[in-house]
């Protein structure tokens, strides 16, 4: 007996097979002599197939999305823990180093923080600006006021003033206004690649950092008399 007809005795013998098994249904294909016309099972079974494809997709896009998102908690947890360790703006500099370069793939970082407060020098990622530029009017003005992180390419002039010297590698950037009860200043990411920072992207893991960066400053910042 060949195969064929040893899966035809089969299912005479078991004629509530596909009853059992009814995901198989959607991958037979059955012909059916309607000429150019098809039939009403036939057009049922083709939409039925096309439904199980569409929702196999988008399965697969929402597991890729939580896999994404489970590792940029993961990397937004570390930062954080690194940051609350920090005893000195020495430290965050080290820990904003660290964790956004290693873990974020992220190679300027810059943390811009307003001259009412006392910076050291020999802090590689801190510089000091204006508290006039954080205002309304200033130079990051707009940055301060928005409700969530900038993201996108950026402009020479713009790259300049967020960056200063450092900008022939940054196409595009992150600028996160650090703001509670006090406008302590901006944390910027830049990176070579144009299409690493997009208008579009979802920006809660960096809202976040911004948040939790601002809590943390308060106590590393005493103000100038």
């Given at each position: 007996m060949t195969e064929t007809q040893q899966i035809e005795a089969y299912l005479n013998e078991h004629p509530e097979f596909f009853v059992d098994h009814p995901y198989?249904?959607?991958?037979?294909?059955?012909?059916?002599?309607?000429?150019?016309?098809?039939?009403?099972i036939e057009y049922q079974l083709r939409k039925l197939r096309d439904q199980v494809k569409h929702l196999e997709r988008e399965n697969d896009h929402m597991i890729e999305v939580a896999r994404i998102n489970s590792v940029l908690f993961e990397k937004t947890r570390g930062l954080v823990l690194a940051l609350l360790g920090a005893r000195n703006l020495h430290d965050l500099s080290i820990a904003l180093d660290e964790q956004l370069g290693r873990s974020f793939d992220i190679p300027v970082v810059r943390l811009l923080l307003s001259d009412q407060f006392e910076i050291q020098d020999g802090l590689n990622l801190i510089r000091s600006i204006t508290s006039?530029?954080?205002?309304?009017?200033?130079?990051?003005?707009?940055?301060?006021?928005?409700?969530?992180?900038?993201?996108?390419?950026?402009?020479?002039?713009?790259?300049?003033a967020l960056f200063g010297n450092d900008t022939t590698d940054i196409a595009s950037c992150a600028t996160l206004g650090l703001v509670r009860g006090?406008?302590?200043?901006?944390?910027?990411?830049?990176?070579?690649?144009?299409?690493?920072?997009q208008s579009n992207q979802d920006t809660l893991f960096l809202d976040h950092i911004g948040e939790a960066l601002a809590m943390i400053l308060p106590r590393l910042l005493p103000e100038t008399n």
């Open positions: 198989l249904i959607t991958a037979l294909k059955i012909p059916l002599d309607t000429g150019p016309a098809i039939s009403l006039r530029s954080l205002e309304d009017g200033g130079d990051f003005a707009e940055a301060i006021s928005s409700k969530e992180s900038w993201v996108g390419r950026v402009t020479q002039s713009h790259k300049k006090h406008t302590y200043g901006l944390l910027v990411l830049g990176h070579p690649d144009a299409e690493h920072f």
